[in-house]
């Protein structure tokens, strides 16, 4: 059974939240005015944020790169009254943007904050229509948005394969954030298929998952940094 | 008033001559009064059409403060709306003879309010033209449809609960010609008070007024769930359902006391809204601040006590933080005012219940308040959480129209019904003979 | 009763607004569910990114003619398929929407922002013409180029095309980091240090941010982990930073200084190897000079650097200086010793201060000492790819006497560059002759980014015809004349060098990944076009008839000097090397035009074998040895007075905060904003920092105790007030900042579009030495706006 999930390796992370760029131009992901920004209405469905501990000389900072975390178990799905976010049988968590009511349920009762609404219409230049990538829809006023897993790449991937007439290679499917970090801390494929990466290094002992206690059951895992 | 009209009240016994002049005879003050609620009104409206035009962000919400004032009017009004049905059905199954002259009033505040609150969170939707899809594509699994489900049942009950006792009144004012003879004969359905008739009217009512009562306590136990159905801190509590359905109460309870004093006023009823009534219902405020004291206190004793470090955010951002404000009032708006104002008989009068009322009502807003926003802007993934909510004037607008409107159309009401139950009080005073047997069987030593 | 027919018609219009309008307030946006294109026609295609000096290699994915997506090129031996935020947000600036449609005349007076549209060739002819005036008046030296950073064919062809017309007036306005006079001096090298990171199994870094904002952040990441995931070869990264910046926070190790203290601290660490005697000295003993005592001619005895460092750094003292704990200090030395490969770098942060040069000197001596020049994993000496050289150059009389004429802003400083646009203003607003007639700007905004804006206002004032090439109204091309508007990266051929900084040459290749927007003009094309334009010896200095048949001319270099590869894949790039580490190659291209070819569908051509047996790798100076102590610098030293010694006058003197300025300035680039160009990419302004909440205005960073003592709250807008001047910032408290500093990032404008450029508040000073202007001794003070 295919499980699709991710390994991100703090310890290789140097937070220059190249993910988080590849995020928004390959999913659409507009920007907000000023104003909108300071009321908290940014969108980034990849966010690098950076905790600090300690004080100058003895500082440490660790980042977290956050998608959504497509829990096994994810209590957004419980919630919402209209399936307008479900999880596939291959794990993955998506939206379905024409069927959401916009009730922000669901964004409530995600524990790791990455669910997105879109409290205007996305705001595009007409020249800048022309970099939006045709394979993701632009998501209108007052929908919840969030982190796909880059779903529309699989069913390229997938058909790609069936073209060539063989089976899915892991390094078919690759996010985009995966795809660009240059330090190759994302880690992206089937937790269920040994031989595929992440399948290894969710067995590493640095191993963690966000809030686990909650039993969400992320299935975006992270390495902790060496001391 | 028509003269032809005039002579026909004046033909009436006493009681139907007080109870039916405010549906034939009208204020100016309720014209003026009507004017500025059909304002506000309309403002409100206004406010809402700019919201759908452009989107939520015309509201002050944002990431993670999600939800803010259309949902905690929405808790309030249903919370509100448990004045009537419930209370008036526990009094009518106890056999409460003071209920008489109150369960008609109660029963209006109910329905109308049932409906100005189920609006709340189609407003709070991103996207009202899909609401529909709440059918269509149903989710059994969310709380949220629960809701829908034992809304739709508790309006349906409560509208039939508070039509069927009021067929009697109907027929009243048919037979008495004063008004509208098409639409009485038509609503009266042929009522007539054979006993046949009347025997079914009992049981029919026998029946509702025990059914609603589960109904009721499941709408408001089910609103608490969409809270508690959460990982949120300070949601996520198994107290949150009979919570809400004793807070919903003690609203309700201070609702009919703010609704009596007015029209106990306006139409001159201090011949049916004894002060006997306003102490007993002090009463029973005065029991509810001390439940609300104590599950309030069960709730945060127990929070507090997990000490778990997501709860502890915002158990002192409410408490010593920057909820501390709202807090505190809500503390003194549902305990301490109507504890001290309640407990001592003196006070325990229209004027004394209407200021414990108003203070109740305003507490309890201020409780859901306290509930919904401080969690929403405290998420357990604190590292970049916003934390900040500001209501828009678009919300405070609707804000305002959802409560004129509801007084507006409660007014209207008034004048198209006898807002006490001619009949019931009447058959209470035939009964007193069978009251006092009644009365005198449990109290009397000699047991058969 | 039956309608009327006006009624009737009456309601049905009511009805139908009534309709419409329920359609328009509801159904809102509805249509933009998605972009709407039918599964267009996908292209993918290599490049290389020219927003900053790193030039990685990046892949474009273009559907219908657009570029939807920028990702990396695997094939690129520096960057390995990574990209950086701002070369990802590159689509936004390449579509945004106030780019210039087309070439602009003023019309209004200067600045009024009055245009008036012309076509290309009308821009080029009326350039053509003013400067063929110049030449008729026999006044070619009064042209002058500012040109931002350009390394490669586009900087060739400037300095050509001004060779040609005859003025001695190109002015780069580059990064200038200083190493390059450190070279000049110890290695007798012209030629910035390269650094072997990903072969070394140690890095320590004085200063360079080097994941933020350095030469190449990308050759930095690869170091630090290989994308491809191989764990054994990371070297260790260790930091010394006088802030907690991003890169202190991801090293393994990082060490807190005061400001202007790096040098101390490497000479206390010099001391230790001294004293422990756990310097190469073979390696010393065999190629050092300046590292013993000497005499001179005249029988004086010249301390040399050991007995120098072994009187001053005694680690107690550095210790206390630098805010260092001796045992960290004797730690760090043994560490450095105990390693394989180490290589220090010196951050422009250390050249940036009143003893820059000695500094940077101070710091460099440690990688002598460890023996970590020229060999695997340490301080190399590289190659620039072997590029055809350009046609040769025609002079005319006129030509010539204009390149007899002195360049304006006078002789430089006695070593490296300084910063010439400063002192070109300057000379120009101080009246210096020669006057200047012209002025090209090219991806140089002065008025936005220098130090002295307002010497710059000066200087446009007196300068007649000013020309910006800029895609973009800046802030100077506001103040323009002529605006010719370069075509955008993704549009136009470019070669991309990698900075000196990687140790292999890599000549990347940017290409058009889409049509060229109809108001652009390649500056390249436009150059040549002008130089067609001006005819007789010019036009046969320039004989290409675009620019990127130029670059195909160069590539005709490579494909004859027989060694390289054009960019291939792990396995290729190790074939090659090994090949050629036995002295073999083999041609893989029948012709020049397969290997053009292949060149660009790659993304340009690498060469990484590396010959460490070559002594020349190692020193070019006349002894061949390092030297520790150069004449040179020691002659201009007394020059100027003989007031320093190297070695001893490394630290920024503590400069002392008085009342009314307690706090330093600590100026210091975002790593995602570092350059002005990238406020055009919205993804980037919207986060620019680590701070969630900061978004668009510009802010700076205070150590909690610090705002706590003055009563202000995370948040606040500030005034940043130094002696010089302020701007408004929003104050963010971040606990990687020392209580006595505030750091402030800079690249950003506040929203209202006033300038927020901490270097504008700078106390101007400098090392007299470079003419490195000294960033890091201003102070401010802080107070509630
Ligand atoms: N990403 C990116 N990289 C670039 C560029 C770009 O546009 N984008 N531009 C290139 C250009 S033109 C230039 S000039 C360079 C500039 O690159 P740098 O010269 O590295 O400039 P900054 O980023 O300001 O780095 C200054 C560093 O010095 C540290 N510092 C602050 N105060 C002091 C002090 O008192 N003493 C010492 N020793 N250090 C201190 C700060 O913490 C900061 O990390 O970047 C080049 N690299
Ligand atoms: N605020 C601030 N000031 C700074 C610095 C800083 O980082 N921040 N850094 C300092 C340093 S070290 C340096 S080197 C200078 C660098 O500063 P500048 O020399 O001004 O370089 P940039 O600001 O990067 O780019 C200059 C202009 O080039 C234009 N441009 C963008 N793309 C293109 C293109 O494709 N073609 C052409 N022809 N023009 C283009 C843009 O309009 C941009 O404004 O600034 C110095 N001053
Ligand atoms: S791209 Fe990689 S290194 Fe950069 S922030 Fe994201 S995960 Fe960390
Ligand atoms: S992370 Fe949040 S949004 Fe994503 S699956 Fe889990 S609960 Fe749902
Ligand atoms: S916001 Fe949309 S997705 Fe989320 S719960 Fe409501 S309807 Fe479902
Ligand atoms: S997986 Fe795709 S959607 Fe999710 S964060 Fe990465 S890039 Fe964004
Ligand atoms: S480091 Fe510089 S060259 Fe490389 S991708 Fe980023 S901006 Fe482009
Ligand atoms: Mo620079």
């Known amino acids: ?227 | 008033m028509r003269e032809d009209v005039k002579a026909k009240l004046d033909g009436l016994p006493p009681d139907e001559r007080v109870l039916l002049r405010p549906l034939v005879e009208t204020s100016r003050g309720f014209y003026v009064v009507a004017a500025i609620l059909v304002a506000v009104t309309l403002w409100g409206v206004f406010a809402y059409y700019l919201q759908v035009r452009h989107g939520l962000g015309r509201t002050g919400l944002n990431r993670p403060g999600y939800w803010g004032i259309y949902i905690i009017c929405f808790v309030f009004f249903i919370g509100i709306s448990h004045a009537g049905t419930l209370i008036s059905a526990i009094l009518r199954v106890s056999k409460a003879e003071w209920r008489r002259a109150i369960t008609r009033s109660a029963e209006l505040i109910t329905v109308l309010v049932i409906g100005f609150g189920a609006i709340q969170p189609i407003i709070d939707l991103g996207r009202p033209d899909r609401v529909l899809n709440v059918l269509f594509h149903a989710q059994l699994r969310s709380p949220l449809l629960w809701d829908v489900i034992s809304i739709g049942l508790y309006f349906t009950a409560c509208t039939i609960y508070l039509y069927v006792p009021m067929i009697p009144d109907l027929a009243i004012i048919r037979d008495s010609g004063i008004k509208a003879p098409r639409l009485y004969r038509f609503l009266a359905i042929g009522y007539r008070g054979t006993p046949v008739q009347r025997w079914r009217l009992e049981r029919t009512i026998g029946v509702l007024s025990i059914v609603v009562i589960p109904i009721a306590v499941s709408v408001h136990t089910v609103i608490g769930w969409i809270f508690a159905m959460t990982l949120r801190p300070m949601w996520h509590s198994t107290i949150f359902g009979p919570y809400f359905v004793m807070g919903a109460i003690y609203s309700g309870i201070a609702a009919i006391l703010i609704a009596m004093v007015i029209l106990r006023k306006a139409y001159g009823l201090e011949g049916y809204f004894k002060d006997i009534h306003f102490d007993y219902l002090g009463r029973m405020l005065l029991v509810f601040s001390v439940l609300w004291f104590y599950f309030t206190f069960a709730e945060y004793l127990t929070a507090f006590y997990g000490g778990e470090p997501g709860e502890m955010r915002t158990f002192w951002a409410k408490l010593t933080g920057p909820f501390a404000i709202p807090f505190w009032l809500m503390v003194a708006g549902c305990f301490v005012i109507p504890l001290t104002l309640m407990a001592r008989p003196s006070t325990r009068t229209p004027r004394g219940t209407l200021i414990a009322s108003i203070a109740v009502v305003i507490g309890m807003w201020l409780e859901r308040y306290n509930i919904v926003v401080p969690t929403s802007v405290n998420p357990r993934w604190e590292v970049e959480s916003i934390g900040h909510y500001l209501p828009s004037w678009i919300e405070f607008s609707i804000m305002s129209a959802t409560f004129s409107g509801f007084v507006l159309l409660y007014m209207v009401a008034t004048k198209f019904v006898p807002i006490v139950s001619i009949w019931e009080i009447k058959e209470g005073r035939e009964a007193v003979q069978e009251v006092a047997e009644r009365v005198a069987r449990y109290s009397s030593s000699t047991g058969f | ?785």
């Open chain 1, 1 to 227: 059974m295919t499980r699709w999930g991710m390994v991100i390796d703090l310890d290789r992370c140097t937070g220059c939240a190249a993910c988080e760029v590849a995020c928004k131009s390959e999913n659409n992901i507009p920007t907000v005015s000023p104003e909108q920004a300071e009321m908290g209405r940014t969108i980034a469905w990849m966010k690098v944020t950076a905790h600090v501990e300690g004080e100058f000389p003895h500082t440490a900072m660790h980042f977290y790169p956050r998608p959504c975390m497509h829990c096994d178990n994810p209590p957004c799905i419980k919630v919402c009254p209209v399936e307008a976010t479900y999880i596939s049988d291959e794990g993955v968590v998506g939206q379905i943007y024409p069927r959401c009511i916009g009730c922000r349920y669901c964004a409530n009762a995600c524990p790791y904050l990455v669910k997105y609404f879109n409290w205007y219409g996305p705001e595009w230049a007409e020249s800048e229509r022309q970099h939006l990538n045709p394979d993701v829809s632009v998501r209108s006023k007052g929908v919840i948005e969030k982190c796909t897993f880059c779903h529309h790449r699989l069913q390229h991937a997938r058909e790609d394969a069936r073209a060539e007439g063989r089976e899915l290679r892991e390094d078919d499917y690759q996010p985009a954030c995966a795809e660009i970090c240059p330090t190759g801390a994302i880690v992206f494929g089937d937790l269920d298929d040994p031989t595929h990466r992440v399948a290894e290094l969710k067995e590493d002992p640095r191993v963690m998952r966000l809030m686990e206690d909650l039993g969400t059951q992320p299935k975006v895992y992270y390495l902790r940094a060496r001391g």
């Open chain 3, 1 to 785: 009763m039956t309608p009327t027919r006006r009624e009737f018609l009456w309601t049905m219009g009511a009805t139908a607004l009534a309709l419409q309008q329920a359609q328009e307030v509801f159904w809102t946006a509805e249509g933009a569910e998605d972009p709407g294109w039918a599964p267009g026609i996908e292209t993918r295609r290599r490049s290389a990114c020219l927003i900053c000096p790193a030039r990685c290699g990046i892949q474009g994915r273009m559907v219908d003619g657009r570029l939807v997506r920028i990702t990396g090129n695997p094939l690129h031996p520096m960057s390995q398929g990574g990209v950086c935020p701002r070369g990802l947000a590159g689509v936004q600036m390449l579509y945004h929407p106030e780019r210039l449609a087309s070439p602009l005349v003023r019309v209004g007076a200067r600045g009024a922002g009055e245009w008036q549209p012309v076509s290309h060739d009308g821009a080029v002819a009326l350039l053509v013409e003013r400067l063929q005036d110049l030449r008729a008046a026999g006044r070619p030296e009064a042209l002058a180029v500012v040109a931002g950073y350009c390394a490669g064919t586009m900087r060739d062809l400037w300095r050509r095309f001004l060779e040609a017309y005859g003025s001695p007036n190109y002015v780069p306005d580059e990064y200038e980091d200083g190493t390059d006079a450190i070279m000049a001096l110890m290695h007798g090298v012209q030629r910035r240090p390269s650094y072997d990171m990903e072969q070394a199994d140690l890095v320590l870094s004085l200063g360079a941010p080097l994941f933020e904002s350095w030469w190449s952040p990308l050759q930095a990441f690869v170091a630090y982990a290989r994308p491809d995931g191989h764990e054994e070869d990371r070297p260790r990264f260790i930091q010394v930073d006088a802030r907690f910046s991003r890169t202190a926070a991801r090293a393994q190790e990082w060490l807190g200084v005061q400001p202007g203290t790096h040098a101390v601290l490497a000479l206390g660490i010099a001391y230790v190897l001294l004293r422990d005697e756990l310097f190469d000295a073979r390696f010393v003993s065999q190629h050092v000079s300046g590292f013993e005592d000497s005499v001179d001619q005249r029988g004086r005895v010249r301390e040399g650097y050991r007995s120098l460092v072994m009187r001053h750094y005694r680690t107690e003292e550095v210790s206390a200086v630098t805010g260092v704990p001796v045992e960290r200090i004797t730690q760090l030395a043994r560490t450095l010793a105990r390693s394989r490969a180490p290589i220090v770098v010196c951050g422009s942060d250390v050249t940036a201060a009143p003893h820059g040069l000695l500094a940077g000197m101070a710091v460099h001596s440690l990688n002598v000492l460890l023996g970590s020049i020229n060999r695997p994993g340490g301080v190399l000496i590289g190659d620039d790819a072997p590029l055809g050289a350009l046609a040769a150059l025609e002079l005319d009389a006129t030509g010539r006497a204009g390149l007899e004429r002195n360049p304006v802003g006078g002789a430089p400083p006695p070593f490296g560059a300084g910063d010439p646009p400063l002192r070109f203003a300057e000379a120009i607003a101080a009246g210096s002759s020669p006057e200047v007639e012209a002025l090209l700007l090219y991806y140089a905004d002065p008025l936005a980014s220098s130090t002295h804006p307002e010497a710059w206002r000066a200087a446009l004032a007196k300068v007649p015809f000013v020309v910006s090439f800029s895609p973009f109204l800046d802030e100077t091309t506001r103040h323009a004349d002529l605006v010719l508007p370069d075509l955008l990266p993704y549009e136009r051929w470019q070669d991309a060098p990698t900075p000196t900084s990687y140790p292999h040459p890599v000549w990347g290749i940017a290409r058009p990944l889409v049509e060229p927007h109809t108001g652009g003009m390649h500056t390249g094309d436009a150059v040549l076009a002008v130089g067609r334009g001006l005819g007789g010896s010019i036009a046969q200095s320039l004989p290409y008839d675009s620019f990127e048949l130029l670059l195909k001319e160069r590539a005709r270099g490579i494909f004859a000097a027989r060694h390289g590869m054009t960019l291939g894949d792990e396995f290729e790039r190790r074939h090659h090397r090994q090949m050629e580490e036995r002295g073999w190659w083999l041609p893989e291209h029948g012709d020049f035009e397969a290997f053009w070819e292949e060149l660009v569908e790659r993304g340009g051509w690498t060469d990484l074998f590396y010959d460490h047996t070559d002594p020349s790798r190692t020193a070019q100076t006349s002894s061949g040895r390092i030297d520790l102590m150069p004449d040179a610098l020691l002659r201009a030293i007394d020059a100027e007075g003989g007031d320093r010694t190297p070695y001893i006058d490394v630290a920024a003197e503590a400069t002392i905060a008085e009342d009314q300025f307690p706090l330093r300035l600590m100026p210091y680039r975002v790593s995602t904003l570092a350059s002005g160009t990238l406020a055009f990419e919205r993804w980037l302004v919207e986060q620019p920092g680590l701070f969630p909440e900061v978004h668009w205005a510009p802010w700076v960073e205070v150590a909690p105790a610090t705002a706590a003592a003055m009563g202000l709250a995370d948040g606040t807008m500030v005034w940043v007030t130094s002696r010089r001047g302020r701007y408004r910032a929003r104050l963010k408290i971040f606990p990687g900042t020392a209580a006595e500093n505030v750091c402030a990032p800079y690249r950003l404008q506040s929203p209202e579009g006033e300038s927020a450029n901490p270097l504008q508040v700078l106390e101007p000073s400098s090392d007299s030495l470079t003419g490195l202007s000294n960033w890091y001794s201003t102070f401010i003070r802080l107070e509630r706006a």
